[in-house]
């Protein structure tokens, strides 16, 4: 086959450096876009019949050869040549190869500008539609084990000190609430990217009258962009999306560090399975949490994502300029790495096992009922900030004496407040503890089993 000039070459008198060909080459990534650019195209070539620019027999072909490259370029059939510097002038330039002169006229009242925003417009909403999916997987998960380890009870920590006892299932259903929040802001992304940007031509619009609404619809967005500046300039939509992957990662990665911590010796929590760890070369007992570590890593290079390409629009006059085909790694990268670690999530945690003896061992040592204790006195009339230093001072004097509150005398008990009664110890269980916060929110089994409830229903009716 003939090799197709480059079809800006009219105006050029020298040849295009190799070296500039290759710094400005984009095709080795933004062949992930010839989808959404074929589909475009032949909505586009429909909308330039209606208006005359191609004719019913010339619009036909043009369409059927679209169709073919899609087809050919899906078996792997067609190269992309890098001269052709990205994927729509090398979609055009296989057009030409195919129908000759008249797929010359396909570009008439279009820029790339509007074409990539477009493009990538259509590719992110597709891709939310994945990012979701796969988050409601991850929530699936969380629910399950949620549901099989309703009984456990965990110390939970601040300042990753025991504070107070946890049902483990409502440590889990925080990371399904993370995950809720996620969702939401994903589709938001999704909504910022459902506006149709073609007929913006480079900057100013374009000169033919062509039926914007019409192809918007066709093309499957919800509304056409208002200024055509905008709608080639900026890439906030995108920057939207980034944010959202790195609000997910950061949840994602703060569960993988729980539960990298809880695999320790020293926790003893959970076992992951030998399926989602991995061994050491040197040391032979060694069982590592290699894909939880991995998917905390991997939070760095989405944020990265992020800030690159915040940094690189920030600086950019109206309208478009060509720093901004660095978009895509990005949203590429964070489209892959995101969907890597939800791939991968939902059988580590359903393979995992929870060592529910060791939790709630640990939920006894350390004082995690004082509160309680606290609250007894409150009960009592005790003001709040009193309770809690004679529940302090009990504490102090506990630990000096290497002992658990539950084991002193009402008469030692006594001695701290005269308010204390028999019935103060009971208020020392991690069990009545937990059954105590019966709120809205709160980890009382009551309430845990309510929001698991509240959950299931949540994703079986969740259309999106
Ligand atoms: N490959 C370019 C990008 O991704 C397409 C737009 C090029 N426009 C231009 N005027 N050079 O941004």
Request: aromatic share 8%; charged share 25%.
């Amino acid at each position: 086959m003939k090799k197709e000039a480059k079809p800006w070459a009219g105006r050029f008198r020298l040849p295009t450096s190799k070296a500039t060909e290759a710094f400005t080459s984009s095709v080795h990534y933004d062949i992930r876009l010839y989808k959404q650019d074929i589909i475009q195209s032949i909505a586009y070539a429909r909308a330039l019949t209606k208006v005359h620019v191609l004719n019913a027999a010339e619009s036909k072909k043009i369409i059927q050869a679209l169709e073919a490259i899609m087809r050919e370029l899906e078996h792997g059939r067609l190269k992309l040549d890098p001269e052709l510097e990205d994927v729509h002038m090398n979609i055009e330039a296989f057009l030409i190869q195919k129908v000759g002169e008249m797929g010359k006229k396909l570009h008439a009242g279009r820029s790339r500008n509007d074409q990539v925003a477009t493009d990538l417009r259509m590719y992110l909403k597709y891709e939310v539609t994945e990012v979701v999916f796969l988050i409601k997987k991850l929530q699936e998960a969380l629910l399950e084990q949620a549901e099989s380890n309703i009984k456990v009870i965990m110390p939970g920590y601040t300042h990753m000190q025991r504070a107070q006892p946890l049902l483990l299932s409502h440590h889990f259903l925080a990371y399904y609430e993370m995950l809720r929040r996620d969702k939401e802001r994903f589709l938001a992304a999704g909504k910022a990217a459902d506006v149709m940007t073609l007929g913006s031509g480079a900057l100013a619009g374009t000169a033919f009258d062509i039926d914007r609404e019409g192809l918007a619809k066709e093309l499957g967005f919800a509304r056409v962009s208002r200024n055509s500046l905008d709608a080639v300039a900026d890439r906030d939509f995108a920057i939207e999306f980034l944010a959202a992957c790195s609000l997910l990662m950061m949840h994602l990665s703060r569960l993988s560090e729980e539960l990298i911590i809880w695999s320790t010796f020293e926790f003893n929590f959970i076992k992951l399975s030998d399926k989602y760890t991995t061994g050491s070369s040197i040391m032979p007992q060694k069982k590592n949490p290699d894909v939880a570590e991995l998917a905390r890593g991997k939070t760095g290079r989405v944020y990265g994502d992020l800030f690159a390409l915040l940094t690189v629009m920030k600086g950019l006059p109206l309208a478009y300029n060509r720093d901004i085909q660095e978009d895509k790694e990005a949203l590429f990268d964070a489209v892959d790495t995101v969907k890597a670690v939800l791939g991968i999530y939902p059988e580590m945690l359903l393979t995992m096992k929870v060592n529910a003896e060791e939790m709630k061992a640990a939920s006894k040592k350390g004082f995690l009922t004082a509160t309680d204790l606290a609250y007894y006195l409150v009960r009592r009339g005790v003001p709040f900030r009193e309770a809690h230093a004679i529940v302090g001072k009990i504490v102090a004097y506990c630990e000096e004496s290497n002992m658990q509150i539950e084991y002193l005398s009402l008469q030692q008990l006594k001695q701290f407040s005269p308010e204390f009664g028999y019935d103060a110890t009971r208020f020392l269980s991690a069990e009545s503890s937990i059954a105590s916060r019966d709120m809205t929110g709160g980890t009382a089994p009551v309430r845990v089993k309510e929001a698991i409830k509240r959950a299931r229903k949540e994703l079986l009716h969740d259309q999106a």
